[in-house]
């Protein structure tokens, strides 16, 4: 069955650095999202893209976050400047039709941890 | 505004018992309803979905029930099993179309 795939797993970083999240989304689907998840919380929307463009953004999503699609398979999420309160779980998921339910694929999440 | 919550954040059950997840949400606009489990160390994964005009959708072992009198949603997972340890969420649609998530509820299951 296809995946969404994400590097790393575990990332661990100083504060005020920057990060990059990768995600290798499933291969004929077009749109694709990042969420997070606060450890024991619920999961919190970020990002929409598609054809190349951010579509939809949450609060969450400010100046330092952004969002690349650098090649046809890889889709990154970069923290410019991370702080504490970053530390999370990031999901990346992909769609082919950009609807929710079955077929909105989820990868195994990278956990991020500032310190 | 919107919200989805769960009324229990752990759920123990029995082997072999019926497991039912309870789900409460807000927005009454809301038109379709998700359920995702989540293992340990892994990505939410579908599990089954409702839309506002059915009150009951049945999977292989899964159920779900819609209440929209009083904003309700239930998961029921029958007979129970190892496999079925997670942490469920529900999610519901809102105004634009992406997912606004409960809080989750742990499911642990007793050999």
């Known amino acids: 069955e296809p995946e969404v795939t994400q590097t790393p797993s575990h990332q661990v970083t100083q504060m005020g650095q920057e990060v990059i999240l990768r995600c290798v989304p499933i291969?004929?689907?077009?749109?694709f999202y990042w969420y997070r998840q606060i450890l024991g919380q619920k999961v919190e929307f970020l990002v929409s893209f598609y054809n190349n463009e951010i579509s939809e953004k949450s609060e969450i999503f400010d100046d330092q976050f952004s969002v690349e699609r650098p090649d046809g398979s890889n889709f990154t999420l970069k923290i410019r400047s991370t702080k504490l309160e970053d530390s999370a779980m990031y999901f990346c998921?992909?769609?082919?039709?950009?609807?929710?339910?079955?077929?909105?694929?989820f990868g195994s999440g990278t956990r991020l941890t500032v310190v | 505004g919107e919200s989805v919550g769960l009324h229990l954040p752990t759920l123990s059950v029995q082997e072999g018992d019926n497991s039912i997840i309870n789900c409460a949400y807000s927005n009454s606009a809301s038109d379709y309803f998700i359920w995702y489990k989540q293992e340990s160390g892994k990505g939410p994964q579908f599990i089954i979905d409702i839309r506002s005009n059915m009150d009951k959708r049945q999977g292989q072992r899964v159920t779900v029930l819609l209440n929209k009198t009083v904003k309700h949603l239930s998961l029921q997972i029958a007979a129970t099993q190892p496999g079925d340890s997670a942490v469920y969420f529900c999610?519901?649609?809102?105004?634009?179309?992406?997912?606004?998530w409960g809080a989750g509820t742990k499911l642990i299951i007793k050999p």
């Open positions: 291969s004929n689907h077009l749109y």
């Open positions: 998921a992909s769609s082919e039709f950009g609807t929710v339910g079955y077929g909105y694929t």
């Open positions: 999610a519901e649609t809102g105004s634009n179309y992406q997912l606004i």
